[in-house]
């Protein structure tokens, strides 16, 4: 399937490409779907949640990543019900968020990941690094 959006230089044409499983222990809670255009290979995200239907009203990808952005998923272990969402980020920029335990700025390090490794509440995790594969969004570890 190919979705021609006119933008730039040409019309992007995009074709399924990945997607990352979001697991809580055995549990499916979502999956990012990763598209990306066949010429200049940009992509194109969608988060969809389990329980949820949040199909978008917008045709296409509002938002695309680029040379110096990556996607990433987020998520706030805060609460007993962990909450996640889907960012397009630069490194060193600031995730805007709010929770009962976020004593420092959450800034996304060079690597795309948490820059503050002694923060227990939250995770960033490059979308990158699980194409095709499961992401579990159990509290851990972090990994750099």
């Known amino acids: 399937m190919s979705t021609p959006i006119s933008a730039g230089p040409h019309e992007h044409e995009f074709r399924?490409?990945?997607?990352v499983n979001l697991f809580r222990?055995?549990?499916?809670?979502?999956?990012?779907?990763?598209?990306?255009?066949?010429?200049?290979?940009?992509?194109?995200?969608?988060?969809?949640?389990?329980g949820l239907n949040n199909l978008?009203?917008?045709a296409g990808f509002p938002v695309l990543d680029s040379e110096d952005t990556r996607w990433v998923v987020f998520v706030c272990y805060a609460e007993e019900d962990p909450?996640?969402?889907?960012?397009?980020?630069?490194a060193g920029e600031?995730?805007?968020?709010?929770?009962?335990?976020?004593?420092?700025?959450?800034v996304v390090s060079k690597?795309?990941?948490?820059?503050?490794?002694?923060?227990?509440?939250h995770r960033v995790y490059n979308l990158d690094d699980y194409l095709n594969?499961?992401?579990?969004?159990?509290?851990?570890p972090q990994t750099v």
């Not at 909450?83 to 397009?88: A, E, P, R, T």
């Not at 594969?133 to 851990?140: A, D, P, R, S, V």
């Open 25 to 50: 222990g055995m549990e499916a809670v979502g999956v990012v779907d990763v598209w990306r255009c066949a010429i200049c290979h940009v992509k194109g995200t969608e988060l969809r949640v389990q």
């Open 94 to 106: 600031e995730i805007q968020h709010e929770c009962v335990e976020k004593s420092a700025p959450i």
């Open 16 to 19: 399924y490409y990945a997607c």
């Open 83 to 90: 909450k996640f969402d889907l960012f397009n980020v630069h």
């Open 133 to 140: 594969e499961n992401l579990e969004l159990t509290l851990g």
């Open 111 to 121: 690597v795309y990941s948490m820059e503050n490794n002694g923060d227990k509440y």
């Open 56 to 58: 978008s009203a917008e």
